[in-house]
C-alpha cells in the first residue's frame, strides 16, 4: 500500500474529476434503445478529450473504456450490440487515468421508468457507500467500513456480493489493500491518512452468489435478480474523506 502526498493526491482530483465527468456523460445518454457499446463511446470520447486515458481500455484484455452492465448483470460487462430497454437499469463503471493517477467510478442509472423495487436498489446501493465512508477516517480500520455497507444492504433486504471488491487505487487502477463491502467491525487494516481507495459496494436484490459469463467477463447474479453498483474513488484524510471522483 502506498500512502499519497498532499501533491499526488491533487493529481488524483484531476484523475477523479475527468472520471466523474465520463460518468456523467455517460448518464446523458442513456435512454431506451441506446446500445451498451454507444455508451461506451461516449465515455471514451470524454476521456480523451479531457487529454486523460481510459483505464480500462486494454487492461486484462477489456475491449471497452466502460464496463455496461444491464439488471442482473453485476460487474464487467462488455459493451457490444445490447439495446437498453425501458425499465432495464444499467451500471457504469469508468476508470480514467490523468498524469499518472488513476480515478474509478461506477453509478447504476434508470432507463426510462423503472420498477419501485429496482430504484430502491438503486438508492439503497448509494446509501451503503455513504454509510461506509461514516468509517472512512482515521480511527477505524477496513472492517469497520465493510460491516458498515453490509449491515445497510442486508438491513433492506439485500445481499453483498463477495467475489468482488474495492481496491486501492493510485498510480495503479488495483493496487493494496483490499477494500470489501463485508467484514467485521473491529478487524482489518487500520485506516490512515494518505491512503486512496476505491469503495464500492456491489448489492444484489436476491442471493448475494455469482458466477461469470463464458465470455469471461461479465458477472451474473445466480439468481437472475437485479444488482446494483456504486463506485467512489476516495483519500483518508485528517477529517472526513475527500470523495476524488467528485466535479
Ligand atoms: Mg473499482
Known amino acids: 500500500m502506498t500512502l499519497k502526498s498532499p501533491q499526488e493526491i491533487a493529481v488524483m482530483r484531476q484523475a477523479g474529476a475527468i472520471t466523474r465527468g465520463a460518468l456523467d456523460a455517460a448518464r446523458q445518454a442513456v435512454r431506451p434503445g441506446i446500445t451498451t457499446l454507444e455508451i461506451d463511446k461516449v465515455v471514451e470520447e470524454y476521456i480523451l478529450a479531457a487529454g486523460a486515458v481510459p483505464s480500462f481500455k486494454g487492461y486484462g484484455g477489456f475491449t471497452g473504456s466502460a464496463c455496461v452492465s444491464v439488471n442482473e448483470q453485476v460487474v464487467h460487462g462488455i459493451p ?3 439495446v437498453l430497454n425501458e425499465g432495464d437499469i444499467v451500471s457504469i463503471d469508468v476508470g480514467a487515468m490523468f498524469n499518472g493517477f488513476h480515478g474509478d467510478a461506477a ?6 421508468r423503472i420498477s419501485a423495487d429496482a430504484q430502491r436498489l438503486i438508492d439503497v446501493t448509494r446509501q451503503c457507500f455513504y ?3 461514516r468509517y472512512a477516517k482515521v ?9 458498515a455497507i453490509q449491515q ?3 438491513n433492506a433486504g439485500f445481499s453483498v456480493v463477495r467475489e468482488l471488491i474495492g481496491h486501492g487505487v493510485g498510480r495503479n487502477l488495483h493496487e493494496p489493500p483490499d477494500v470489501p463491502n463485508y467484514g467485521i467491525a ?5 485506516l490512515q491518512q494518505g491512503m486512496t481507495i476505491a469503495v464500492e459496494p456491489m448489492i444484489n436484490a436476491g442471493t448475494r452468489r455469482v458466477r461469470t ?3 469471461g467477463w461479465t458477472v451474473v447474479t445466480a439468481d437472475g435478480a437485479y444488482s446494483a453498483h456504486y463506485e467512489n474513488s476516495i483519500a483518508i484524510t485528517d477529517g472526513e474523506p475527500m470523495i476524488l471522483t467528485a466535479i
Not at 453509478?107 to 426510462?112: C, M, N
Not at 480511527?139 to 460491516?147: K, N, T
Open 131 to 133: 454509510e461506509g465512508m
Open 139 to 147: 480511527g477505524y480500520r477496513l472492517g469497520d467500513l465493510g460491516a
Open 186 to 190: 473491529g478487524h482489518g487494516q487500520r
Open 152 to 154: 445497510y444492504a442486508e
Open 107 to 112: 453509478r447504476t442509472y434508470s432507463v426510462g
Open 213 to 215: 459469463l463464458k465470455d
Open 80 to 82: 457490444g450490440e445490447r
